[in-house]
């Protein structure tokens, strides 16, 4: 079998460096387009992969990198926005999958993997979700290219995530009494290895054209849970404080101003639903999913550090 060429988008963020690691085990050749290759030069040192600067928002230059791939994968998302009204949602998530599957048309790719999220949906009650429910539904939908896959995970967890570290490095920086925003909102967070062993499993799996597949780890949480467990892993002592609705709303909406907007009334919408799985799109993989307690000490290997 020939070797497999792959463009993937998003593959210099959390989930798409292990996604390229990963590939690399497979027989494939992944192209990564990106904004700056000074800043990620470190993927070149996996074999098979080349980095090409980019503007992944140029139809054409979309339609260029695409001609002679046997598959698209798109990783590109963002949890925030730079303003308040969605704009910045649909610009990275919606017209940016309209780019995609137009360039995936005109230049004859027939196989394209798209990261979505859990509870994602039309009238899901934040920007975020809106946004990505409408790009799945788009994406699978659309005839060219005539075989997609959407993976819809809960909340991603690993080395350099953006959900526990987060946490970590909140942690570290609040002394004492940590309140805690939505902290009965429940979770099932999912090993980062676990997602892209799903993704290389579907690229071939003729079962998987036109799914989507729901991906949660074997064990519920609260946020409440989450945030005593990776307190307790980096010996922290915290008294985590729930806050109710109404006081959770104010810090989403007082912090979404600060530098960073580390938690915004976006995310506090999005927190609303429990990001728990109906469905076990992992079984129907054949993969069985491993546990946060079995990964967590050791991504959180690098705030301790830091902490000590």
């Known amino acids: 079998m020939s070797t497999l060429r792959i463009c993937l988008l998003g593959g210099t963020g959390f989930v798409g460096r292990h996604l390229a690691a990963r590939l690399t085990l497979q027989d494939v050749d992944v192209k990564i387009l990106t904004r700056s290759l000074a800043r990620h030069r470190e ?13 992944i928002h140029d139809p ?5 990198e695409f001609a002679g ?5 798109n990783l ?12 910045g949602f649909d610009q990275v998530h919606l017209e940016l999958v309209r780019k995609i599957l137009g360039a995936c048309a005109s230049a004859g790719v027939p196989r394209l993997l798209h990261m979505s999220a859990l509870n994602a949906a039309e009238d899901a009650p934040s920007y975020y979700l809106r946004s990505k429910g409408r790009a799945a539904a788009l994406v699978l939908e659309a005839e060219d290219p005539p075989h997609a896959t959407v993976f819809e995970p809960s909340v991603i967890f690993g080395a350099g995530d953006s959900f526990i570290n987060r946490f970590a490095a909140l942690l570290t920086k609040v002394p004492g009494i940590f309140p805690l925003a939505c902290p009965r909102a429940r979770f099932a967070p999912v090993y980062v290895g676990d997602v892209v062993e799903a993704f290389v499993r579907s690229l071939n799996l003729r079962a998987s054209f036109g799914q989507r597949y729901s991906l949660c780890g074997p064990k519920i949480y609260t946020l409440r849970e989450l945030v005593r467990y990776t307190a307790r892993v980096m010996g922290l002592h915290r008294v985590i404080i729930g806050l109710p609705r109404p006081l959770s709303w104010l810090q989403a909406a007082i912090m979404e101003w600060l530098p960073g907007k580390p938690f915004s009334l976006d995310n506090y919408r999005s927190l609303k639903l429990d990001s728990v799985c109906k469905q076990n799109g992992f079984g129907a993989l054949g993969i069985e999913p491993i546990s946060l307690e079995a990964v967590a000490p050791g991504s959180l290997g690098k705030a301790i550090q830091q902490r000590s």
């Open 76 to 87: 590109v998302g963002i949890l925030n926005e730079r303003g308040h009204r969605g704009k």
């Open 69 to 73: 791939c046997d598959a698209v994968i």
């Open 60 to 64: 054409e230059t979309l339609k260029r």
């Open 43 to 55: 993927l070149l040192v996996l074999p098979n992969v080349s980095l090409v600067v980019a503007n």
